[in-house]
């Protein structure tokens, strides 16, 4: 059994006061729904756990219900940091799930496809993360804003979600960084305190988190593009 955990409990600082971007309408729906609509399209993935703001869990089954998303088991509230959050999401998928892909709901523009991909790669070699190989000359700054050196930009690659992992990983990941007391801010950090190699799944198409109000606009205009080019 393959699970997901969607994670939209962020606080969204970077938004405004009070702003839940996770429920902000994009284009034709919430930004959260997308990714709701591509896990449930998914063939790969049989249930989804949504982990939202603890006053937003209402809201998200309403949501869940109205876009026809079935997968949609439980929804549960977020904790204090992004992994607690996930944990809480860990905590609520089946028992035997397997394999389990975490993704942030922020990104909107994932796809089943995608989803696939990493659920292929971590049953075969444990964790799996979608990602995008620079282009941009990297420059590394050690105070101020004074160059340091250049990176080797053909060894770096940003990171993206699904994160998918074999769920007896993730759980060990994640027992390690609360016995540490460590702070992560993705998924494959924690499996990297393990020691274990983490696969990278180039996401082929633009996977973009929305951080600020300005991504809105850019981000429908991906979404409108990715519907024509499906139909």
């Known amino acids: 059994m393959n699970s997901a955990i969607i994670v939209a409990a962020g606080k969204s600082e970077r938004m405004g006061k009070d702003v839940d971007k996770a429920f902000l309408h994009l284009a034709t729906k919430p930004v959260l729904a997308y990714s709701l ?3 449930e399209a998914c063939p790969d993935i049989d249930e989804v756990v949504l982990v939202v703001r603890k006053d937003r869990v209402e809201s998200a089954r ?3 219900h109205i876009f026809g998303c079935s997968k949609v088991r439980k929804v549960v509230a977020g904790g204090a940091q992004r992994q607690d959050s996930v944990v809480n999401g860990l905590d609520a998928i089946n028992p035997e799930a397997e394999i389990v892909a975490v993704h942030d709901g922020a990104r909107p523009c994932v ?3 995608l989803i696939s991909q990493t659920v292929a790669v ?7 993360v979608a990602a995008t190989k620079i282009t941009d000359t990297v420059k590394q700054v050690d105070k101020g804003t004074t160059v340091s050196r250049t990176l080797d930009r053909s060894k770096i690659w940003t990171v993206q979600t699904p994160q998918t992992f074999q769920v007896r990983m993730l759980r060990e990941a994640y027992e390690a960084v609360r016995k540490k007391k460590l702070a992560v801010t993705d998924d494959a950090s924690a499996v990297e305190i393990l020691g274990r190699d983490v696969q990278l ?5 633009p996977n973009i988190k929305i951080t600020t109000i300005e991504d809105l606009p850019v981000v429908a205009v991906l979404l409108e593009r990715m519907e024509t080019f499906a139909r």
């Open 37 to 39: 609509c591509a896990f």
């Open 201 to 205: 799944v180039s996401s082929g198409v």
């Open 62 to 64: 309403g949501m869940a």
């Open 111 to 113: 796809t089943p496809a």
């Open 122 to 128: 971590a049953r075969k070699h444990g964790a799996a």
